[in-house]
């Protein structure tokens, strides 16, 4: 089992940053490839980004490559969201997600997902 919380999501101004964090528990977290997705009003949840747990590969959505970064720390059981240039259109909940498998994290078929952190764009 794994248990996901979200952290440092807020509000801030078009063209502004934001870092979210996901703290993990469970001793195998080095074992699993972790994620974002998010879900804006009336839309389905997408997928945002992923780790691979193996050799540390990083996966975007074409609407946040160049602009966010994802990146984990093994010793603090933590992934991370670096968010820049944000714009009103990145306004959603933002979910961690962990898998074993690091397309499951694109599909949106994952094992776990945290409870969410909202993030609002104000233009």
């Known amino acids: 089992q794994v248990q996901l919380v979200e952290s440092g999501g807020g509000s801030v101004q078009a063209g502004g940053s934001l870092r979210l964090s996901c703290a993990a528990s469970?001793?195998?977290?080095?074992?699993?490839?972790m994620g974002w997705s998010r879900q804006a009003p009336g839309k389905e949840r997408a997928f945002v980004a992923a780790?691979?747990?193996?050799?540390?590969?990083?996966y975007y959505a074409n609407s946040v490559k160049g602009r966010f970064t994802i990146s984990r720390d093994n010793a603090k059981n933590t992934v991370y969201l670096q968010m820049n240039s944000l714009k009103p259109e990145d306004t959603a909940v933002y979910y961690c997600?962990?898998?074993?498998?690091?397309?499951?994290?694109?599909?949106?078929?994952?094992?776990?997902w945290g409870q969410g952190t909202q993030v609002t764009v104000a233009s």
């Open positions: 997600a962990a898998d074993g498998i690091v397309r499951e994290l694109v599909v949106g078929t994952n094992d776990y």
């Open positions: 469970g001793r195998t977290f080095r074992r699993y490839s």
């Open positions: 780790i691979s747990w193996s050799d540390g590969s990083t």
